[in-house]
């Protein structure tokens, strides 16, 4: 149990309920510069003016709100401070998948309930812009919504947004590689392509098949291959990856995209020359998409602990929403 004594872990959030087939939520951050956004109808209206854009976080596999990851908070007292608060806020989005509850959803499912969190911004709290953030599998997300916007999909349009902010995008595949035999891997791909051939995409798969840290909650068979099966829907930034694929997933993009990996990233192998790779994906972009503000975050681990290199990212993140106008 956290300490009450300890004001750092003591800070105010807005749950804001919208529409959705799961009953989804959002955690907007209030700070003493900045009213949260006013409810849509009825209530207590804001003493001060609510930021006019959102910031959407969304956290990695096993994450949830609110303060999903540390710098989730620096980010935002960062956009309060900027602008007196009245330009952004930052929420943090509740997914169905949160949690130890990533192993029996999808990209899909995450997008869907996404979409719904965009148009409660846009319709119902009258926000002008809204902005991705990615962390982690956050950064899948993201890049699976920008190829799914303006289509129909799951019921619903999924609407535009503004712009995207990847921190952390790492390989899944890559990352488990780390950890086990390149045999044991194959083994575990293998049986869960298998059983989805034979109509078994949402059983759970073996737990002696799964890394030590997968076994807490069940995976699909889906999911897994998902995740670190070659060309899985999860497989959007390994090192591997064949030129055409890259040119597919970056030359799609619409909106401009901030790229952040984290500079001592524990989930990176050693020899992925990350520098290297950023290049590369900012190159496959259409010109003026992928921002010059790009680069690795100096000192941080893959969740950002270190305070200074909290207040790096959180400085690229308020300058490139600045630049978006």
């Not at 950002?304 to 929403?321: G, K, M, N, T």
Request: glycine share 10%; with cysteine; proline share 7%.
């Amino acid at each position: 149990m956290a300490d009450s004594s300890n004001n750092n872990d003591i800070f105010p959030v807005t749950v804001h309920r919208y529409p959705g087939t799961r009953k989804p939520c959002a955690f907007e951050h209030t700070t003493t510069t900045a009213s949260p956004s006013p409810p849509p109808t009825g209530g207590a209206q804001a003493q001060t003016q609510a930021p006019r854009n959102a910031l959407v976080f969304i956290g990695g596999l096993g994450d949830g709100p609110p303060a999903a990851v540390p710098y989730a908070r620096a980010i935002a007292a960062k956009l309060a401070a900027a602008g007196g608060g009245s330009t952004y806020s930052l929420f943090e989005a509740r997914l169905s998948t949160a949690f130890t509850a990533f192993g029996y959803g999808s990209l899909a499912q995450d997008v869907a309930e996404l979409a719904a969190l965009v148009a409660y911004l846009r319709a119902s709290l009258k926000k002008e812009r809204v902005v991705l953030l990615g962390h982690s599998t956050g950064c899948q997300d993201c890049l699976a919504y920008a190829a799914a916007s303006g289509s129909d999909g799951s019921g619903g349009v999924v609407g535009d947004v503004d712009g995207f902010i990847l921190q952390g995008p790492v390989s899944d595949r890559e990352a488990v590689a780390m950890d086990v035999s390149a045999a044991d891997l194959a083994r575990s791909a293998e049986c869960a392509a298998a059983m989805i051939a034979r109509g078994g995409k949402d059983d759970a798969m073996p737990r002696d098949l799964l890394p030590e840290g997968f076994r807490a909650a069940p995976v699909t068979a889906y999911r897994w291959f998902s995740l670190v099966g070659v060309g899985g829907d999860d497989d959007f930034f390994s090192s591997d990856l064949p030129d055409d694929k890259v040119a597919a997933i970056w030359g799609g993009l619409r909106q401009p995209v901030l790229i952040a990996p984290s500079a001592e990233d524990e989930f990176v192998a050693g020899h992925i020359d990350v520098p290297q790779l950023v290049d590369k994906w900012k190159k496959a972009c259409a010109p003026g998409i992928a921002s010059d503000l790009s680069g690795l975050i100096p000192g941080a681990n893959h969740s950002v602990d270190s305070p200074d290199a909290q207040e790096w990212l959180a400085d690229r993140v308020v300058r490139f929403l600045a630049a978006l106008g």
